[in-house]
């Protein structure tokens, strides 16, 4: 299976997706995004989750992917924003058209030289890279039980140790971390780990078993609201190019 057909993958379950996947905590938006930017550039946008929040902050957001199906997706949740077809290496925008680009989810996806270069193409000078991941708490019960069935993803352990790699021309990399919880259906647990981009190419046996040990694991979780509580942590960067002399 090739990163291409991986990176591709999640528009086949885009609804399964919007009702998995996390959002990103407003704290953590705030911390990624200047205050004072006008125009964002939401780059890897996927179905909108992160485009979202931008677009609460009352800022001109163009969202990149080059998945179809997903800005379709995020086209119809969020009609006023300019959704275009594109990819971090291949950016369609103009040179110094941008004061921030954000990356929810997806740097691991992307050529870092060529898409550091191509980013600080479309930033104004001084501009700001944000990359940001929502990951379950690692220490918490419900984490480890899920990572015991199906694997966590292979770019998590560098985001939880030195952090994504962020060539020139950008300036050292800053990181924080927001905690907070989510509370969520069992059977949105279930669309949560089976839209893994390694679960959604795996075998219809493989996704059916994984899907049904996540499952009983949720019921097991759920409280006496019918929700189960997931604790995560989303670790953010920054980083900037540089300012004109």
Known sequence: MTEATR???????????ERGRPDYPAEAVAWLVPAGARDVLDLGAGSGKLTRALVDGVRRVVAVDPDARMLDALSARLPDVDARAGS???IPRAPGSVDAVVVGQAWHWFDAGRASREIARVLRPGGSLGLVWNIRDPASEIAASLAAIARPSDHEAQVLGDGPKVPEPFGAVER????WTRRLRPEDVVDMVTTR????TESDAERR????AVAGLARAHTGDDGLVVVPYVTHCFRARTPTLP
């Open 197 to 200: 981009s390694y679960l959604l």
């Open 176 to 179: 924080t971390v927001v905690r």
């Open 88 to 90: 971090a290496e291949s």
């Open 209 to 212: 078993r994984v899907a049904a």
């Open 7 to 17: 990176r591709l993958s999640f528009g086949g379950s885009v609804e399964a997706y």
